[in-house]
């Protein structure tokens, strides 16, 4: 072999090294769980907390995101393209498996999700990145479309199990003025209110058992509130501004 080969071939090597060492293998080694994200600048929250809604990047340069709670299942797949040296990725035009029996508040959830990766015309809004955080027992995944869109994923599915839609009372509902909410959770939380399109209308933090929210300002409508505690639970009520 020729020295010009040795160096080619080395050259090839050690940017072929490069982009492995590039990666975090973490990116590849779990199934993420949505937990959070902004579409438009409209938070976009799950339909509701038991809703399972999964990312996985294998080292085959496969991106699939899949819903698991349709009747059967909702999946979004396409090819990764990483950029050597970086946190950075593009992906191919999607394939869209949509067949279940999804209900209107699930299918509203899904088209949105898959509005951060892709356009209608299933064309990816390259380019993306990701950053990967160590929390206290699990890992928290951020990807970012090239819009400033993004979506948060955890490593772990957190369990809702002792915090349930009973740990809340909301009234009265229809509302005029105050709301008023029992929590029974024996922690502190986190009360947001959205509108229909998502958008984060009011946030507030509660610690005591009874505590009194002003809703005076909003227009009449339909309304959801999202109870989240500290390690990421959440739990989603109806209301009704009149």
Known sequence: MTFIKRLVLLLVLFQFLNFVQAQDQQLFEHT???????????????????????????????????????????????????????????????????????????????????????????????????????????????????????????????????????????????VKETLNINNNSNQRVTAIIYDLNGKLLQSHTIENNTTALSVKSLDQGLYFIVFETETGERISKKFVKR
Request: glycine fraction near 4%; proline fraction near 3%; aromatic fraction near 18%.
């Open 32 to 174: 993420w769980y949505f937990h959070s994200g902004v579409l438009n600048e409209n938070d976009l929250i799950l339909p509701y907390p038991e809703f399972r809604s999964q990312l996985n990047m294998s080292d085959e340069n496969l991106f699939t995101i899949m819903h698991l709670d349709c009747g059967e299942v909702e999946e979004l797949q396409g090819e990764i393209y990483f950029e050597t040296s970086s946190n950075v990725f593009n992906l191919s035009d999607g394939t869209f498996i949509l067949f279940g029996a999804c209900t209107d508040s699930e299918f509203n959830f899904i088209y949105k999700l898959y509005s951060i990766f892709y356009i209608e015309e299933d064309v990816a809004k390259n380019p993306f990145t990701y950053a990967i955080e160590y929390l206290n027992d699990y890992l928290q995944l951020t990807i970012t479309n090239g819009e400033g869109d993004w979506a948060v994923y955890n490593s772990v599915l957190l369990s809702a199990t002792d915090f349930s839609k009973d740990t809340f009372a909301i009234y009265p509902n229809p």
